[in-house]
Nanobody, 124 residues
């Protein structure tokens, strides 16, 4: 199971970015998908996740991003998006997506390997 992240960049605080997670060789709808991030010197943390489409596409968010980030699916494009608004310098890090089992804390068992991620840098 291979996922590829894109959409990162450099943005000023208060700005927005939309990250994309694209699947190669399988249907993303069949999996719960999580977005994770890793800041320099810190452990990787779950940011948001979405359940399989047939499970209703339930979503969950870390407290630090609630109200600012939105996770969604586009089945036709076989893509999961992470819309990030009102970005803060603390949101800086490398963002990864992964297939996982569903869990409201976005800590389900990983079902895919980590990709290269996409760098998000928020300047103050």
């Amino acid at each position: 199971v291979q996922l590829v992240e894109s959409g990162g960049g450099l943005v000023q605080a208060g700005g927005s970015l939309r990250l994309s997670c694209v699947a190669s060789g399988f249907t993303l709808d069949a999996y719960a998908i999580g977005w994770f991030r890793q800041a320099p010197g810190k452990e990787r943390e779950g940011v948001s996740c979405i359940s399989r489409s047939r499970s209703g596409g339930r979503t969950a968010y870390a407290d630090s991003v609630k109200g600012r980030f939105t996770i969604s699916r586009d089945s036709a494009k076989n893509t999961v998006f992470l819309q990030m608004n009102s970005l803060k310098p603390d949101d800086t890090g490398v963002y990864y997506c992964a297939a996982q089992t569903w869990d409201y804390s976005c800590s389900g068992q990983l079902l895919s390997s980590w990709g290269q991620g996409t760098q998000v840098t928020v300047s103050s």
